[in-house]
């Protein structure tokens, strides 16, 4: 089945130890995405790849970074996590940036 | 500033009724529509979307109605399901600008038995 994978779906890092969190899809889409969503608030979305066009949300913190090596695979890069970094990860695809679909996401522990 | 509000946090509903989940909005650039179901431990799910084009979408049980003047769209589960039980998420996107959906908070259904 055609999908959108994470992984791990749940990281534990100490705080200020940089961790990477990974996505990959076998859809084939063209467009990428990396959302942060905390507890009852909505997904926000810190960056997105249009092929391999990079495109970063003005108010994502420079602590985070991604790499779009291939169609398939996504990364995004947390160079130094603080205990408000903790959340649920989510990568999401789509091919005319209107539907995404989503993976089941990484919950991110910083301790 | 939030363009999406879902303002009920959550809603409980009788197994077998209707659930009417509500969503507004305040750019009126938007101009597509989606709705996403989230289960715990799960990433969001695709459920249905309208274009502004439309008033009114349907498929099986999920309605969703566009107000375009009132800037709101609701979605209608009928009859409701105890599986139906999960958050939605109401998000937008303005399709001639960039690719991006802007999502509100979600509102928590909880269908009774």
């Known amino acids: 089945d055609a999908m959108v994978i994470q992984n791990p779906r749940y990281q534990v890092t100490q705080f200020g130890k940089p961790v990477t969190l990974s996505c990959s899809q076998t859809l084939n889409h063209n467009v990428m995405y990396w959302y942060q969503q905390k507890s009852s608030q909505a997904p926000k979305l810190l960056f997105h790849?249009?092929?391999?066009?990079?495109?970063n949300e003005a108010d994502t913190p420079d602590n985070f970074q991604s790499r779009r090596p291939n169609t398939s695979f996504c990364f995004l890069d947390i160079r130094s996590p603080g205990l408000g970094d903790a959340a649920m990860y989510l990568c999401?695809?789509?091919?005319?940036?209107?539907?995404?679909?989503f993976g089941p996401g990484t919950r991110l522990t910083v301790t | 500033d939030q363009q999406v509000k879902q303002n009920s946090p959550s809603l409980s509903v009788q197994e077998g009724r209707i659930s009417i989940l509500n969503c507004d909005y305040t750019n009126s650039m938007f101009d597509y529509f989606l709705w996403y179901k989230k289960y715990p431990a799960e990433g969001p799910t695709f459920l249905i979307s309208?274009?502004?084009?439309?008033d009114k979408n349907e498929d099986g049980r999920f309605t969703v109605f566009l107000n375009k003047s009132a800037k709101h769209l609701s979605l209608h589960i009928v009859p409701s399901q105890p599986g139906d039980s999960a958050v939605y998420f109401c998000?937008?996107?303005?399709?001639?600008?960039?690719?991006?959906?802007?999502f509100g908070k979600g509102t928590r259904l909880h269908i009774l038995p």
């Open positions: 309208i274009s502004s084009i439309k």
């Open positions: 998000a937008a996107s303005s399709t001639d600008r960039d690719d991006k959906i802007i």
């Open positions: 790849y249009y092929d391999k066009d990079f495109n």
């Open positions: 999401a695809t789509s091919r005319d940036g209107l539907e995404q679909y």
